[in-house]
């Protein structure tokens, strides 16, 4: 069975919301980065508080992965 996705998406739309999207996580990402290598939050920061970050921080980069298949399928 084949269907025209180009029926039902729009693909240009679609690759723009992704690239905002990326972009938008890319910056998420950085900040992470910032956080865990800023020595003063390391040293003062929960472990708890620090073990979080680092979780978001894999996952915003698990969502990159994601948007960078999904540009590249489009």
Do not use: C, H, W
């Amino acid at each position: 069975l084949y269907i025209p996705m180009e029926a039902y998406i729009d693909f240009d739309k679609e690759r723009k919301r992704l690239e905002t999207e990326q972009k938008r996580i890319e910056k998420i990402i950085k900040s992470l980065e910032s956080k865990l290598g800023n020595e003063n939050f390391v040293a003062r920061a929960p472990e708890a508080v620090i073990t979080q970050t680092k979780a978001q921080l894999e996952n915003m980069k698990d969502q990159i992965k994601e948007i960078k298949s999904n540009l590249r399928g489009l």
